[in-house]
């Protein structure tokens, strides 16, 4: 087809019902692209401003006692990594963001390959147990709470504990609060697996069926490296989230009793809600940020690996 042919073509395409479209000034043209980013530019800083202005608090000694603050440079990093608290809580963040996440993986993942064998009881739990995600974590919290309460609690009545023994004790309170999260977030990571299970290809299966290969074998071989990717997605997002748990803490123990769960989300609202020292809060909440920040570079780096290895790029 000669040029002229083809821009004769093309100049037929260019009509709109038989018309031609109206010309663009070149003024107009330029100056397109920049007006069609003013929306999304606008939500970048609707979303940066409160962070920006959160750092800023940080290096001020903003509190309500004090009208008039001013800038004391990195004095509230100073005080927050002296202070004993701030590590306890570290610890505590990490003991139940670490356990929480590995037991609901490993629960997660069970249920999923339960799940995945079509019997009409899988599919009846498969309806029952996305109940828990539809009840809001302050509500389920709140549940919890009542069937703790060493009185009345219907826990204490089933096992015979009677009523001195309090799931909410310094030394139970953690792993209480651990209980509920796996309650509420167990059939989070169980749909995800399962949705993943169920999009892996039938062929390496049947195959290894056909060479004798048994379950166990098909599973440590074929299905847990396809997986992974899934099982990672999960974790991503179980351990991010259990960094910055808040809302079932604070309304099972309020942080206590004493310090025993204080989390960094929890002592960061203490700190600006409570004792109305907003510099020291936003202390607090910043370096969770960088924590859950530099998690998830690293998870993410994890994940990119997994995701090349499933897809058969990575030996």
């Not at 609202?269 to 510099?279: C, H, K, Q, V």
């Not at 909440?285 to 998690?295: K, N, P, S």
């Amino acid at each position: 087809m000669s040029i002229r042919q083809h821009g004769a073509m093309r100049s037929a395409d260019d009509t709109v019902g038989g018309h031609q479209p109206p010309a663009v000034s070149p003024a107009r043209r330029k100056w397109r692209p920049y007006i069609l980013s003013i929306p999304a530019t606008i939500i970048l800083i609707g979303i940066l401003y409160p962070f920006v202005q959160g750092v800023g608090y940080t290096f001020l000694n903003y509190r309500a006692t004090e009208p008039n603050p001013h800038f004391i440079a990195v004095g509230n990093y100073v005080a927050v990594f002296t202070d004993p608290l701030f590590w306890s809580s570290v610890r505590i963040t990490g003991t139940f963001a670490i356990v929480a996440t590995v037991v609901e993986t490993i629960l997660g993942v069970i249920i999923a390959l339960l799940l995945n064998r079509s019997s009409m009881i899988g599919k009846i739990f498969e309806k029952v147990l996305i109940l828990p995600l539809m009840i809001a974590p302050v509500i389920a919290a709140v549940i919890w709470k009542l069937m703790f309460n060493p009185q009345f609690g219907i826990l204490n009545h089933i096992f015979r504990l009677g009523s001195t023994y309090d799931f909410l004790s310094a030394d139970r309170a953690l792993w209480s609060i651990i209980l509920v999260d796996l309650w509420i977030y167990t059939p989070f990571v169980a749909i995800l697996v399962l949705a993943g299970v169920r999009s892996l290809p039938r062929e390496p299966f049947e195959a290894s069926a056909v060479d004798g290969a048994n379950w166990f074998y098909m599973f440590r071989r074929l299905m847990l490296p396809m997986m992974w990717p899934y099982i990672l997605v999960a974790v991503i997002f179980r351990f991010m989230d259990c960094l910055k748990v808040f809302d079932i803490v604070y309304v099972l123990t309020q942080g206590g009793p004493g310090h025993a769960t204080s989390t960094l989300q929890v002592n960061a609202y203490i700190n600006s809600i409570i004792n109305f020292n907003y510099s020291g809060g936003a202390t607090y909440m910043f370096i969770l940020w960088i924590i859950v920040y530099l998690t998830a570079q690293q998870l993410v780096k994890l994940l990119g690996r997994a995701q090349a290895r499933a897809a058969g790029s990575e030996a």
